[in-house]
């Protein structure tokens, strides 16, 4: 078992910049790959970025890329997303989830339905 809290949202206006974090613990933080994932009401749950185990390879979704950064601090058991030029449509509930994995390939996953743990959420309002 995994436990995840993220911390980090709020209200800030367009053109901001906010920094999530994402607090594991409950197993070895090096075993689990992570994501990021966002919804907003009325929405299915939607990727936004991805981490491999080592923090090595990350991906994201395209409306997010050049403004958002997703790394991990193993020695922390933290996970983080730098989201910077935030725009009314990144307003959302942020979640973050971790994957375990069994082997110590660059790998990361996009589905919400690959991963094992999600946290409970932080709210990102995004006002114009």
């Known amino acids: 078992q995994v436990q995840l809290v993220e911390s980090g949202g709020g209200l800030v206006q367009a053109g901001g910049s906010l920094r999530l974090s994402c607090a594991a613990s409950?197993?070895?933080?090096?075993?689990?790959?992570m994501g990021w994932f966002r919804q907003a009401p009325g929405k299915e749950r939607e990727f936004v970025a991805a981490?491999?185990?080592?923090?090595?390879?990350?991906y994201y979704v395209d409306s997010v890329k050049g403004r958002f950064t997703i790394s991990r601090d193993n020695a922390k058991n933290t996970v983080y997303l730098q989201m910077n030029s935030l725009k009314p449509e990144d307003s959302a509930v942020y979640y973050c989830?971790?994957?375990?994995?069994?082997?110590?390939?660059?790998?990361?996953?996009?589905?919400?339905?690959?991963?094992?743990?999600w946290g409970q959420g932080t709210q990102v309002t995004v006002s114009s």
């Open positions: 981490i491999t185990w080592s923090g090595g390879t990350t």
């Open positions: 989830a971790a994957k375990y994995v069994t082997w110590r390939g660059e790998r990361y996953y996009t589905r919400t339905y690959e991963y094992d743990y």
């Open positions: 409950g197993r070895t933080f090096s075993n689990y790959a």
